[in-house]
């Protein structure tokens, strides 16, 4: 009876705590849909002084490695026709797309991610290429805003104009938070 009770008490503990950086709010977020425009996730942004803290958040998406980048125009309305309305990459100094690009990389290119096999991906990114006011690189919430924008293949960090990343596959209208 004592040995069931402590594991309890400790089931319990572990449910209720939240770990400390959890309890940060965000600075801003975007809900992710999906091409038929249901909701699939979030992902969150936290202003540093150094740049922008970007959390993923996500579910139901392909399995494997997937290229995610921030988008110069915060709309995802056009779901239906693969969320081009989003237009390019954040990208004010007309740099080369790819991290590992030495004519680049541009403010809206991340590092990759992976889904697991049932479709979940959780991942934190860090950009000192922007930030949501523009203080730090290129600024995300301007006067059209911005758009995070996965894709259904990874990022080769090189090929113009996208890295080889393919169809966009999930998108989400950045937006300060109240």
Known sequence: MKRQVL????????????????????????KLINNAGEEIGEVKFFSGPAGTLVRL?????PPGPKAIHLHAVGTCDDHDHGF?????????????????NPEGPGAGDLPNFRVDEFGYAWAEFFTSLAS????????????????VVIHENP????SQPIG???????????????
């Open 7 to 30: 594991i309890s008490t400790l089931i319990f503990a572990v449910i209720c705590t939240a770990p400390a950086w959890a309890e940060h709010p965000a600075d801003a977020v975007a």
């Open 57 to 61: 958040d996500a579910r139901e998406l």
């Open 84 to 100: 081009t309305d989003s237009g390019g990459h954040i990208n004010p100094d007309d740099n080369q797309h790819g991290l590992l």
């Open 132 to 147: 949501l006011d523009g203080s730090v690189g290129a600024r995300i919430l301007d006067e059209d805003g911005a758009a």
């Open 155 to 158: 990022d080769d960090h090189m």
């Open 164 to 178: 080889g990343a393919g169809a966009r596959i999930a998108c989400g209208v950045v937006e300060a938070s109240d």
